[in-house]
């Protein structure tokens, strides 16, 4: 049945794309040519990745691309496609996601619910051929969720729904915009609703109920809302629920009646209040709010009922919604855009019919206008006699000339120069224009020499735009301010270019802000919701500073130009700041994160010495593209989600990271750059063609791309004790890896031990991993020596007992030591063949004639000697350890380890083989590795296998890489040479190699 049941269900969806294709496809995609097979790619163009999975938290979304293939040229082109998300009854679809359209080339997922999804694209190839691909699990998280209101608007416009009346047969939308206690409205999300009386009144769709709206089988676009039906008289409460929280909010109470909707008013005040909008008259620049009030012609009003608002004539009154040019809600803002007579309607749809209102005419006048001027000739010689003059409404021109004046304008007046650079306001060292009343519109002039060039003291709807300040403390300073424009400005030359405290929803574009010694903008309790952008911010120490005493909703700086400022963005103590497209160019640091989890996404930083730099921070950084002259990112504390950046730097070390709890690095693209990351703990690392080097970091879940590399090292303590344990300092440590390369070298301090020992242990590959590990710890010196060997997984202290060695005694000398005296003695007087000596083999095979001299040993006591146990444990541990390797590891002479060599080997506990100029050991028990062609030694093949994964490597790179003496290493070289299995080619001063065809 189970079978059965879901062949039908994907049966019954090919039919229903097949049915709709016949209606709808255009004739451009059905004959789309060479299309084999489609996948979802995360870019354009096929320049994206296949979504194998995501991970989102509440309100983030991103778009896909449904790319068209041909099995045999590659990528075709984006086609149009039909989108769905997996819907079930159980929700792990349909109320996850929702997207923007249900067809086309692209589509733009929302995170909207908890959950986990997966979207599906169905096209048509080649013949009409249907084509499908579906993305990995889309996860999303609803944690960032502090509470939730149901509203009536989508988009956390509109209402709480509070005690509502409807008509039988009536019929609303509701809406559960979820809140973060610190960012605010996140967005609209999925929820289960539930009536607590379902025979008054319903809501569809209603968990578990299939067929819904968003649960997918429709193929419509689907958001996050739900549909009450009033069914009979009574009430009701309807409850939201976001789905994966223990959040609610239920609605005041609903009631159901026969009572109807007879007219609407428009008021200039919510509930009733307020007076009707008959012919009211305004001037340009000004705005109000209009609210919808509903009425029974027996009963009275009703309440404020949401309706769909417009203007008759846009050039005059603009009506600002949801949607350009109409507004959907209970209530509306205007905007008085020029002179000219316009209305405003409102539009109710109810069971009772479709109930509209509109205003009277509304009327805006030219302003009555008086002048100024310096010269004689005007109305008035001074701005402050014309502004005392003048009524609300009128306009003073001001012609050009030099005013020495403090003007105070506490009236709504427009105050025009008759150019930007002919009238000129000095203010003498005190405020240049004070500003107190609302409406107040200040163009075309020059405020200079003030301590404030504008000050804007508890104001609405201000505008001051084409005017230049300069040569001031404060530029333009907003005291409580609300909805004041500043625009097409220049403030120029001073402390701090605009300064903004407790103003609200304030725009700011457009204006060149430069040369301040403190900042170009800076901004304490400010609500800039979408209204800081298209500034030029340039040549100041600081461009923007934010560092408000409390939060506030996120303050969106957009689209923004900073040039050459010490720090571009400054924000501190705070995370009400979302960055997003701006350009950063030249400078010392772009954006800089003390304290605050700001968003900072798709800006573009070019000319800088650091990209992005964090401290103690949660922010998102994602998207952007960095080109930096040390470091693009760099962070230190705090969980930032750095995703999805491409950066570039010229130091190589493209991000740096360090003690950072819970951090997300993935998708970065660093074209062969360095990420390093020192004492942290990342929850996920996904690099891309980066080599990564992570210095005492544990990472969750690791996601490796064919271009890129990940080295682990582990910082160790090296400490020598004696049998006692007490410190032995001024002894030399050496410190060998697996391949008994030397990779540190040092003396113990005064307490025994060498802190800070950076052990390279691993480096992963998608091919695989190769192992540095074991490491030998050797400490030698004037009271003894010491070895361990172990392997290394953390940052550890590694102690080396130290072997302290014995007073020689007053007695004769035991057999064996005459025996190795001997061998000494033979050895001093064969000093002739020296020049034999120089290689290792042949120095191994001198010394060996001299062993008749020495007594076989029985074979139960062949380890019970000190010495030659630790000869044998040395090479039980380093299968392959070459005679200097074990010589400078224990600290022996040569007769003595040619000795106990030769009796392990007799007596059968080691074996051993030339390889090249060495001779290896190894216990009857390991296995060594096989004998290569023409006699490659196993450092040559080391060398080969190099050369071959990295082409065009030095000599000197390889010497670094291998741990190899270069001296070593031009032998090993020459040989591959001569064999034919690699090749030089010299560059400038340098050789580069590579592996020959074959080799």
């Known amino acids: 049945m189970r079978g059965r049941s879901g062949a039908g269900g994907v049966a019954a969806l090919f039919l229903l794309v097949a049915i709709a294709s016949l209606l709808s496809v255009p004739v451009s995609v059905r004959g789309a040519p060479g299309v084999d097979y489609v996948l979802i790619l995360d870019g354009p163009n096929g320049s994206g990745s296949w979504v194998a999975s995501r991970d989102y938290l509440f309100g983030e979304s991103e778009a896909f691309w449904a790319a068209g293939y041909n099995t045999t040229t590659g990528f075709v082109a984006d086609i149009p496609a039909y989108w769905f998300f997996n819907a079930g009854t159980n929700r792990t679809g349909g109320g996850v996601l929702w997207l923007n359209t249900s067809y086309g080339p692209t589509v733009r997922a929302h995170a909207a619910g908890y959950g986990v999804d997966v979207l599906r694209v169905y096209a048509y190839g080649t013949n009409q051929t249907p084509v499908q691909n579906l993305t990995g699990p889309l996860s999303v998280s609803v944690d960032n969720v502090d509470s939730v209101i149901v509203r009536s608007d989508r988009g956390g416009m509109g209402t709480w729904v509070g005690p509502t009346t409807y008509e039988v047969g009536d019929y609303d939308t509701f809406y559960a915009a979820a809140y973060n206690d610190t960012q605010g409205f996140l967005g609209d999300i999925f929820s289960n609703w539930t009536s607590s009386n379902t025979t008054v009144g319903r809501v569809y769709p209603a968990y578990p109920e299939p067929g819904g709206q968003c649960d997918g089988t429709t193929g419509a676009v689907c958001y996050p809302a739900v549909r009450f039906y009033a069914l009979a008289i009574g009430y009701t409460h309807v409850t939201a629920e976001p789905v994966g929280t223990a959040l609610s909010n239920t609605t005041g109470r609903l009631t159901v009646s026969a009572i109807g909707i007879d007219?609407?008013?428009?008021?200039?005040?919510?509930?009733?209040?307020?007076?009707?909008?008959?012919?009211?008259?305004?001037?340009?620049?000004?705005?109000?709010?209009?609210?919808?009030?509903?009425?029974?012609?027996?009963?009275?009003y009703r309440g404020d009922v949401v309706g769909d608002w417009t203007s008759n004539d846009t050039a005059v009154c603009e009506v600002r919604g949801y949607y350009p040019n109409t507004a959907?809600?209970?209530?509306?803002?205007?905007?008085?855009?020029?002179?000219?007579?316009?209305?405003?309607?409102?539009?109710?749809?109810?069971?009772?019919?479709?109930?509209?209102?509109?205003?009277?005419?509304?009327?805006?006048?030219?302003?009555?206008?008086?002048?100024?001027?310096?010269?004689?000739?005007?109305?008035?010689l001074t701005i402050q006699e014309a502004v005392d003059f003048a009524q609300a409404g009128y306009t003073v021109f001001i012609y050009t000339g030099t005013y020495p004046e403090n003007v105070v304008v506490g009236k709504e007046l427009e105050i025009v120069g008759e150019s930007r650079t002919g009238v000129l306001i000095d203010g003498g060292g005190s405020d240049g224009m004070t500003i107190t009343a609302d409406r107040v519109v200040l163009h075309d002039l020059t405020i200079l020499n003030a301590r404030r060039g504008v000050f804007q003291d508890r104001t609405n709807n201000t505008r001051v735009y084409q005017t230049t300040i300069k040569d001031y403390d404060v530029g333009l300073y907003n005291e409580h301010t609300l909805n004041a424009w500043v625009a097409y400005n220049l403030i120029t030359q001073g402390h701090i270019g605009v300064l903004t405290n407790v103003s609200y929803d304030d725009a700011i574009r457009w204006n060149e802000i430069s040369f301040n010694d403190q900042y170009g903008a800076k901004s304490f309790n400010t609500r800039l919701r979408n209204c800081f952008n298209w500034n030029n911010l340039h040549h100041n120490a600081i461009g923007y500073f934010h560092d408000p005493t409390s939060e506030y909703p996120p303050m969106e700086f957009d689209g923004n130009v900073l040039t050459d400022n010490g720090i571009g963005v400054k924000v501190e103590n705070a995370s009400s700041v979302t960055l997003t497209n701006n350009t950063f160019t030249g400078g010392s640091l772009g954006v800089q994160l003390l304290n605050s989890s700001s968003v900072v996404d798709a800006n573009t930083f070019t000319g800088l010495a650091v990209g992005i730099q964090c401290r103690a921070s949660n922010s998102n950084l994602t998207n952007n593209a960095i080109d930096a002259g040390t470091t693009g990112i760099d962070c230190d504390g705090g969980a930032p989600r750095i995703e999805g950046n491409d950066i570039r730097s010229a130091s190589g070390e493209a991000i740096v990271l360090a003690n950072l709890d819970g951090a997300i690095v993935a998708g970065n693209d660093l074209h062969g750059a360095t990420l390093r990351v020192t004492n942290s703990r990342l929850a996920m690392l996904a690099p891309v063609n980066s080599v990564v080097l992570l210095e005492d970091?544990?990472?969750?879940?690791?996601?490796?791309?064919?271009t890129s590399r990940v080295e682990i090292r582990w910082t160790v303590r090296v400490r020598a004790v004696d049998e006692a344990g007490a410190p032995v300092p001024g002894h030399e440590v050496v410190v060998r890896d697996a391949n008994l390369a030397v990779v540190f070298s040092g003396v113990t301090g005064s307490d025994g031990s060498i802190a800070g020992i950076v052990l390279h242990t691993e480096t992963l590959r998608i091919g695989g991993t190769e192992s540095w590990?074991?490491?030998?710890?050797?400490?030698?010196?004037?009271a003894g020596s010491g070895s361990v060997t172990t392997s290394v997984a953390g940052s550890s202290d590694i102690v080396v007992p130290v072997r302290i060695a014995p007073i020689p005694p007053a007695s004769p000398l035991g057999p064996d030591l005459v025996q190795v005296v001997l061998l000494v003695l033979a050895t001093a007087a064969s000093a002739s063949l020296a020049a034999a000596f120089a290689v290792e083999r042949s120095r191994y095979s001198l010394l060996s004639l001299f062993l008749p001299l020495y007594s076989r040993l029985s074979k139960d006591k062949v380890l019970e000697n000190y010495n030659r146990g630790r000869v044998y444990q040395y090479v039980e541990l380093n299968p392959g350890a070459h005679f200097n390797a074990i010589l400078a590891a224990l600290g022996m002479n040569n007769g003595a380890l040619v000795y106990h060599l030769e009796v392990l080997e007799r007596e059968g506990l080691l074996r051993s083989r030339a390889d090249g100029m060495y001779r290896r050991f190894y216990t009857k028990d390991a296995r060594p590795p096989p004998l290569l062609e023409n006699g490659t030694s196993e450092v040559q093949l080391r060398v080969l296998k190099a050369v071959q994964e990295m082409p065009g490597i030095t000599q000197k790179e390889l010497a670094r890489v291998l741990g190899l003496r270069q001296s070593t290493l031009a032998y090993q070289v020459d040989r591959l040479a001569a064999m034919g299995y690699i090749a030089g080619e010299t560059r400038g001063r340098r050789v580069h190699y590579r592996a020959k065809k074959g080799g």
């Not at 305004?282 to 009963?299: C, G, H, I, K, V």
């Not at 970091?697 to 064919?706: E, F, N, Q, Y």
């Not at 590990?773 to 004037?782: A, E, K, L, R």
């Open 263 to 300: 007219y609407l008013q428009i008021r200039d005040a919510p509930n009733g209040g307020g007076t009707v909008l008959g012919a009211r008259t305004y001037y340009p620049r000004e705005q109000d709010t209009f609210y919808a009030a509903s009425y029974n012609a027996t009963l009275g």
């Open 328 to 380: 959907h809600g209970s209530s509306v803002q205007l905007l008085l855009n020029a002179v000219g007579v316009c209305a405003v309607t409102v539009t109710a749809t109810t069971v009772s019919g479709t109930r509209t209102n509109t205003t009277g005419d509304l009327t805006v006048l030219p302003r009555t206008t008086v002048t100024v001027d310096d010269s004689g000739g005007a109305d008035f």
């Open 697 to 706: 970091t544990v990472v969750d879940a690791l996601l490796l791309d064919a």
């Open 773 to 782: 590990n074991p490491f030998t710890v050797t400490v030698t010196g004037s």
